[in-house]
């Protein structure tokens, strides 16, 4: 019997969330003391880009798509560009921007590490399988200096996690907010961040293998980072706007497609699964490709899947965005 095309749309919907639940809800917990590398990044502990910049726990490094990176250009002979990512060389990519509510002026220090890939998989399923996938974290800073949010994002805008400090406000919280761990799409993230009594905090990023989702945000002690179960590597700090002149054979050439349909969204970073299964319902055929964060791009940098509510969930405006999220900031 013939599918209506309604149902058929629904079909492919449900599909779509069952595949995401799945790829989402089942990972498997990491092993008890798993072999980790440590990535820190070093730079001057009296500059806000290296005292706040985020430390990463990457499980399996002996699997160079769980290493992070540096985007460098590949050029053959026939002046043939491919964009990949150096994991001899990790790197941070650092900015700095301002924005203000009805309440306050603030700052936000943001962070973008990029990886070679998610690689393929059906068993369990990779939906976000592609190249040159990357992660950011923002920490935002009141004015008297002090983090009040982390907020972590994939850099194609997705599995978004906000997490507080105890230096916001209680009124700052979202009305519905709980004090209680996180499900951010099967991963428990903690509620609440406490730097209290830590003479220099680090925020710790522990990365699942395979997918580079987030699973899990502490503070550590920055001098006790070499006592923790791992091996530290040294990640250089870069600024973000390196990432559009990477160094070239005749020149320079960004990281991200500058033109074509692709603009602003990082080269070759194409991801087939959730083209297929997310662009539909989002109404976007790029969903999934990661982009660049800065108003400089033209295209949103959005968080929500619901299309009418594109530009309320774009990060590069972090006041309407928070609002969208439900902060009071």
């Not at 639940?21 to 820190?40: F, K, L, M, Q, T």
């Not at 699997?63 to 990790?90: H, K, L």
């Not at 369990?124 to 190249?131: R, V």
Request: aromatic share 10%.
């Amino acid at each position: 019997m013939p599918i209506a095309p309604d149902n058929r749309l629904l079909l492919c919907l449900l599909l779509a969330s069952v595949l995401l639940i799945s790829s989402c809800a089942g990972n498997p917990a990491p092993p008890p003391e798993p072999v980790r590398w440590i990535y820190e990044a070093k730079g001057s502990g009296k500059e806000r880009a290296g005292r706040w910049a985020p430390a990463f726990a990457a499980s399996a490094p002996d699997e160079t798509y769980n290493r992070i990176g540096q985007p460098e250009v590949r050029q053959d002979d026939g002046e043939d560009q491919e964009i990949i990512i150096d994991t001899d060389n990790p790197a941070v990519y650092f900015m700095q921007q301002s924005f203000a509510t009805d309440k306050a002026v603030y700052t936000n220090l943001i962070y973008r590490v990029h990886f070679p890939e998610v690689p393929y998989s059906l068993i369990p399923f990779n939906l976000t399988a592609g190249k040159n996938v990357g992660l950011i974290v923002v920490i935002t800073l009141n004015a008297e200096n002090l983090p009040i949010l982390v907020t972590t994002v994939h850099t194609c805008g997705c599995y978004l996690a906000i997490v507080p400090t105890r230096y916001l406000p209680q009124d700052a919280f979202p009305a519905d907010w709980k004090d209680e761990p996180q499900d951010v799409y099967g991963e428990r993230l903690p509620p609440l961040l406490d730097l209290a009594g830590i003479q220099s905090p680090k925020i710790l990023v522990y990365l699942r293998p395979g997918t580079h989702r987030i699973m899990d945000i502490a503070v550590k002690e920055a001098n006790d980072l070499s006592s923790l179960p791992g091996t530290i590597i040294p990640m250089k700090i870069e600024a973000m706007d390196q990432l559009d002149r990477l160094p070239a054979r005749n020149g320079t050439t960004s990281f991200y497609a500058t033109g074509g349909i692709m603009q602003g969204h990082v080269k070759d970073s194409v991801k087939p699964w959730e083209t297929l299964l997310l662009g539909p319902l989002s109404m976007d055929l790029f969903v999934g490709s990661d982009k660049a964060y800065g108003p400089q791009t033209g295209i949103p940098f959005y968080t929500s899947l619901k299309f009418w509510r594109r530009d309320d969930s774009d990060m590069r405006d972090f006041a309407r965005f928070l609002h969208y999220w439900g902060w009071r900031l």
